[in-house]
């Protein structure tokens, strides 16, 4: 028996109370959530194409088999977040003043990702490929970077930045000469 997939295209969502509720068997194309909550919401197999989320919540959200093609980010909260879980055919994303604390990327592609002026507390980088990524005015305190590619990634706007040279792929990455400490602190170099 096939599923019933119920298709959205060119809709705007506004406001709309997802909390708590399963979300499943949807196709987005082209479609706008504005202040829209998902909190530990069940978004499992959804897929989602070219969409706009602003100012939504998605906090505790499950994503597993979720697919995010070409989707923008902007004042979102996606506290907690396992990102690792989405289907990774075309992912890809942009994010722009969200709230990204505590999720994880660990092993996903997020060649050319613009994270602009995210919060990216304690993040899980590792293993990921961040080439040519764009991190302006970020915070990236405990962001975790272990084996990560971070070729042409541009730092220089970035704060709180802690990433071992030794440990990461890191050709042509740009950085400002304030956070040269933040490449060299497991040297315990005293850097003035």
């Known amino acids: 028996m096939d599923k019933n ?3 959205h295209e060119n809709k705007e969502f506004k406001q709309i109370d997802y909390n708590e509720k399963k979300l499943r068997d949807r196709e987005f194309f082209q479609c ?3 202040a829209c909550s998902f909190i530990k919401s069940d978004l499992k197999g959804n897929h989602f194409e070219d969409c706009t989320f602003e100012n939504c919540n998605f906090s505790m959200t499950e994503i597993k088999g979720v697919s995010l093609r070409d989707c923008k980010f902007k004042g979102c909260k996606l506290l907690g ?3 690792t879980q989405c289907n ?7 994010f722009d003043h969200c709230i990204l604390d505590y999720s994880s990327f660990y092993q996903t ?5 613009n994270f602009l002026n995210c919060s990216l507390k304690e993040v899980d980088f590792s293993e990921s ?6 991190f302006r005015n970020s915070n990236l305190m405990g962001a975790v970077f272990s084996s990560s590619i971070l070729e042409k990634a541009d ?3 970035a704060q709180n930045i802690s990433i071992n040279p030794e440990e990461n792929k890191l050709k042509k990455a740009k950085f400002s000469t304030y956070q040269l400490e933040g490449l060299l602190h497991k040297y315990g170099l005293e850097i003035y």
């Open 5 to 7: 997939i119920i298709n």
């Open 81 to 83: 977040i396992d990102f």
């Open 129 to 134: 490929d961040l080439t040519a990524a764009i």
């Open 32 to 34: 706008r959530f504005i």
């Open 109 to 113: 592609k997020l060649k050319n990702t």
């Open 88 to 94: 990774k055919f075309a992912f890809s994303l942009a």
């Open 155 to 157: 730092f220089r706007e």
